[in-house]
């Protein structure tokens, strides 16, 4: 599986950004989808999940309520839609391709910064 982030960039707090990954590959060894986030000087954190059917989501408690984790199988790309955007979720981006055994497949990531 090969995974590629876009939808990164400079957005001012208060604005929305939509984050895409594309996967490409053996995609049907793929059980669930992640995306994770690393802050500058700070642990990488699972901030959402989606398994492959959509049927069970999870979203990190920081930010619960203004993400929203799809993915459109027909177009081989997840999305996350990050609204109310604050400068503390300046990170760079990383989605994941997780299989059966608990294996992870990663993309390059996307810098996300958000200005004050």
């Known amino acids: 599986v090969q995974l590629v982030e876009s939808g990164g960039g400079l957005v001012q707090a208060g604005g929305s950004l939509r984050l895409s990954c594309a996967y490409s590959?053996?995609?049907?060894?793929?059980?669930?989808m992640n995306w994770y986030r690393q802050a500058p000087g700070k642990q990488r954190e699972l901030v959402a999940t989606i398994t492959n059917t959509g049927g069970y989501i999870y979203y990190a408690d920081s930010v619960k309520g203004r993400l929203t984790i799809s993915r459109d199988d027909a177009k081989n790309t997840m999305y996350l839609q990050v609204n109310s955007l604050k400068p503390a979720d300046t990170a760079v981006y990383c989605c994941?391709?997780?299989?059966?055994?608990?294996?992870?497949?990663w993309g390059q990531g996307t810098q996300d910064t958000v200005s004050s």
């Open positions: 994941t391709a997780q299989d059966l055994q608990v294996r992870n497949v």
């Open positions: 590959g053996s995609t049907i060894s793929i059980n669930a």
